[in-house]
Every structure is written in structure tokens, then in C-alpha cells.
Nanobody, 121 residues
Framework: QVQLVESGGGLVQPGGSLRLSCTAY????????MEWYRQAPGKERELVAG???????NYADSVKGRFTISKENAKNTVYLQMDALKPEDTAVYYC???????????????WGQGTLVTVSS
């Protein structure tokens, strides 16, 4: 089994920065892709950023130039560096991973429990 553990959320003032981390633990052979989603109160969950095994990245238009996704393969960890935060970035941020396991079934999609980011003065 695989578990995603997120950390780094919290309260920050507008214009501030936070870095989220997400680590995959368990029967991980390799990771095809890891993504960050967010869900604000009363809104649907949306993709924020993603990174493939090859290192290709993609971002939502609303965060381009402010957020940076990166990964550390040896630690099965993905990061989301969030700069110039705005109140509208307030949401629960979820990590998602498309994983190849060492056990059957080989392919597995897994979500983290979510971490709350609040941007407010």
C-alpha cells in the first residue's frame, strides 16, 4: 500500500510564501506523475500544478509565475513553492500521485489527506 503525507500548510499574509511537501510512503517502485490540487470552500477541486517523471511541469493559469512545483526522486517527494500568495489562494491543497507499485496491482492512483492554506491579513 502507498500513503501520501502532506505538510507545510498554514496561515500566511498576502504577498507571503509557503512551501508544501508531499511524500509517498510504502510499496513505491516508481512514480509517473505527481500533482497538486486545491479546493476552496464552495468550489470544485482544481488542478494547481503537476510534474512528470521526466520533469515536465504544468500550471494553472492562476498560479503561473507565482508557484513552482519540483520533486526529489530519491525521497519520492514533490514540493510546491508558493510565492506572492493572494487571499484567493486560500484552500485545502491535496497531493495526487500516479504510482507503479512493487506489488499487484502495479498501477495505483492515490490522494493525500489535504493541508489547509489560509492567506489572510
Amino acid at each position: 500500500q502507498v500513503q501520501l503525507v502532506e505538510s507545510g500548510g498554514g496561515l500566511v499574509q498576502p504577498g507571503g510564501s509557503l512551501r508544501l511537501s508531499c511524500t509517498a510512503y510504502g510499496t513505491v517502485l516508481s512514480i509517473n506523475e505527481m500533482e497538486w490540487y486545491r479546493q476552496a470552500p464552495g468550489k470544485e477541486r482544481e488542478l494547481v500544478a503537476g510534474i512528470t517523471s521526466a520533469g515536465s511541469t504544468n500550471y494553472a493559469d492562476s498560479v503561473k509565475g507565482r508557484f513552482t512545483i519540483s520533486k526529489e526522486n530519491a525521497k519520492n517527494t514533490v514540493y510546491l513553492q508558493m510565492d506572492a500568495l493572494k487571499p484567493e489562494d486560500t484552500a485545502v491543497y491535496y497531493c495526487y500521485a500516479d504510482i507503479i507499485q512493487t506489488i499487484i496491482p502495479r498501477s495505483l492512483e492515490v490522494w493525500g489527506q489535504g493541508t489547509l492554506v489560509t492567506v489572510s491579513s
